[in-house]
């Protein structure tokens, strides 16, 4: 009785914020459960009849569990928190407005997962990838995996550990659970020449010599072994080969998986989409999903609001790809070369909490192969001058830079300055995302990402 | 003229964008029609003496820092004759301890460091992280501010009457306590300060380029001055940020 009278107090806090023009409510009505009773998230996961998943990772993670979303919604109901509020508070949330629920579907801050998959005991984690991110929020990449490495030891012994076998420190952390499905890509034909230069885990869990790369996919996540202790990526339960890379529009790949293979196709760009979906694919089979319904929802997924978004403007398109931290970005860049670059590009550079205070990041960014073909470069947010800053001694001409601190001037500069039935390229990180989205919804351009989010 | 650098350990000490400081020394020197030879020093590889005019080393995680360590020990007494000759020296974060006498971890466990700079470092409890802003003179005339960003566990404590490399405005600096931040010996420098530092800071970058040029020519030069609106932009940014949210206990 005590917890009904909670829920029902946390969700008028939501529509009332709401109501207050404040956002979505996609949080407050947790953080005011989470405060009155700390157990309220575990009592309400334990009421799921067919318990709850985890997704986490440092980069895809919304995509991801959006993605299994799709594959799985229409067979189960979901409490799934898919506006990416992924703390405590925003899985409280989710929990409280899913009345009906069958599963629970969550993706989870990297820093949170310990504690989220200690409360809520799910039936099932998947664990896409550890890049560096953030280093004045979430601490070494090393502290991190150590706090999952206790997290993932601690699961139930029957839960499934759906585990990305390139990344080495995954790997090492799942190592041991007999439960496990480990995916990866197969594919050498789409591995790049080199490891970028922010790669992160690329010394030998074991024994510390560098490890040998048969292929490299994104970061340090590929087909490793150790010439010293030999410890290599394991063999493959569910691998993508055969990959094509559409340009911006889609990839599709051989999903080989222990049922059978199928050919998927995705609506979104670049190998790092290839492994949020084969992530979902996987984590959907463990969850009971058949290769039908993950062609099928993989086929009619939609971006995640802001990952990979096209907004009409006019008779112009602007294109919203976010970045947050070195691997990701250098994996858009990648899709942006290999699309062929874009002559303008306006990259919006925030350093509140959400963007990581540290800006240091955007120099670990390999922006350097889009530099060739820059005309013009729309540098705006709170740090636009460091952004400037990047590409003078990247080697851009000062004179191609605009420098345009404020979101709204820079995004009508960005679209007037785009020639009609054109495209403007807008790289924004995750605060500067949530502005601009905001500038184009009061221009009429989107809806809110709340309502997206309900939809 | 011709400037050669050493980067030691870019392959494992590069977690706050050290590749940044090498672009601005790179590209200012450029600027100027100064070469800069930029070299990588690795694991094993030796110092030799006279080899190179300016030495950079960055920051890693503590696993990779303890992977590197017994090889920076010896190199210790090549990089100190370099120095003691006149090189120049860009130490950031963990570099700048490694280049102390030692680091003692929480456990009490010491990892020797190679001494050039007079200071330790002790790890603690709360990591300081935040922007930071410093008054330096390293030269005399007038003080100059440098702007950056550290996160840093170990408290670092410099000896009786070594120079520190600037006056804490705000943020924690070498320990959260005494006010002070870096070290500085003749033409080496150590500081916690990312960011990264040189971007922001360009008179640190040219100070630098200078006292590498000194060795060859035989004094510090004039260098000519380049258009640094955008430099002096972001560091006024990156200042008010350490004013209004620097960390302090």
Known sequence: MRLRVEIALARAAGSLSRLAGRGGGTTIPGKILATVDPAALGTLAGRLPLGSAIVSATNGKTTTAAMVAEIVGDRVKLAHNRAGANLVSGVASALLYSDGAELGLFEVDEGAFPDIAGRIRPQAVCLGNLFRDQLDRYGELEHIAERWRTAVADLDPAAWTVVNADDPLLTDIARGRTEALRFGIDDPSVARERLSHAADSKYCRTCGAPYDYAASYVGHLGDYRCPNCHEARPPLDVAAKAIALAGLESSSFDLVTPEGTRRVSVPLPGLYNVYNALAAASLSLVLGAGLDDIEAGLGRFRAAFGRFERITAGDRTVLLLLIKNPAGANEVVRTLVDAGAPGRLLIALNDDIADGRDVSWIWDVDFEPLIGSLQELVATGARAQELALRFKYGGLDPARITLLPDLSEALSYGVESTPAGGELVVLPTYTAMLALREIASDQGLVRPYWEEAVA | ?249
């Open chain 2, 1 to 249: 003229m011709k400037l050669v650098v050493g980067h030691l350990y870019p392959e494992y000490l590069n977690i706050y964008a050290d590749r940044g400081n090498i672009a601005v020394l790179e590209r200012r020197s450029a600027w100027r029609g100064i070469e800069l030879d930029y070299r990588t020093i690795g694991l094993g590889e030796p110092v030799r003496p006279g080899e190179h005019d300016l030495y950079y080393v960055g920051g890693g995680q503590d696993r990779e820092q303890a992977l590197i360590a017994p090889d920076l020990a010896a190199k210790g007494p090549a990089l100190i004759e370099a120095v003691e000759a006149g090189a120049a020296f860009l130490a950031v974060c963990g570099g700048y301890q490694l280049l102390g006498r030692f680091y003692r971890d929480r456990s009490g466990a010491e990892l020797p460091g190679i001494g050039l700079l007079p200071h330790h470092t002790v790890a603690g409890e709360r990591r300081m992280i935040g922007d930071v802003l410093l008054e330096c003179e390293l030269d005399p005339g007038g003080p100059q501010t440098l702007a950056g960003f550290e996160n840093h566990a170990g408290r670092t404590h410099l000896d009786e009457g070594a120079e520190a490399l600037g006056r804490v405005v705000s943020g924690f600096g070498n320990n959260g306590k005494d006010g002070f931040e870096g070290c500085r010996v003749a033409g080496a420098v150590g500081t916690y300060l990312h960011g990264p530092l040189l971007p922001r800071n360009a008179w640190l970058a040219d100070w630098l380029i200078a006292r590498a040029l000194a060795r060859r020519v035989g004094e510090v030069p004039e260098l000519e001055p380049l258009p640094d609106e955008l430099e002096s932009a972001a560091k006024d940014v990156s200042a008010e940020r350490a004013k209004s949210r620097g960390g302090r206990f």
